[in-house]
């Protein structure tokens, strides 16, 4: 994928700017708005980046639900802290799932004891 190329952060720029563009020009969007979607972009991009580079892709996959969680509340989504950490638990868990099936252990499983004769 040579979209980003070296360049992963001229893009977050562009985004940046184009968020203030836009609010300058009617785009009703508070700072702290524009922050959250700064940081959705970043989270984005780090997913990119980490799938490109098949390495930590869990974490960039968390990453980005925790930065689109904070955009849902930043523009208006009512969950208390304990539903939010709920949907970010049960996004750790699928993700843990998934790298399970990513990973295979140095050594192998070791058979089960036969079991003790009687003396």
Known sequence: MKLFNREPAMWLGLVAITVKLLAAFGL???????????AVAAALVGLALAVMAHD??????????????ALAVGFGL?????????VL????AVVAMWDRTQITAP?????????????
Do not use: H, K, Y
């Open 28 to 38: 009703d969007v508070s700072a702290s708005q524009q922050a959250v979607i700064n």
């Open 56 to 69: 930590a892709i869990g974490a960039a996959v968390l990453g980005l639900a925790q930065a689109v969680l």
């Open 78 to 86: 009512d969950w208390s802290a304990e539903q939010q950490a709920v």
């Open 89 to 92: 638990a049960a996004a750790s």
């Open 107 to 119: 050594a192998p499983a070791t058979a089960a004891p036969r079991p003790l004769s009687g003396v």
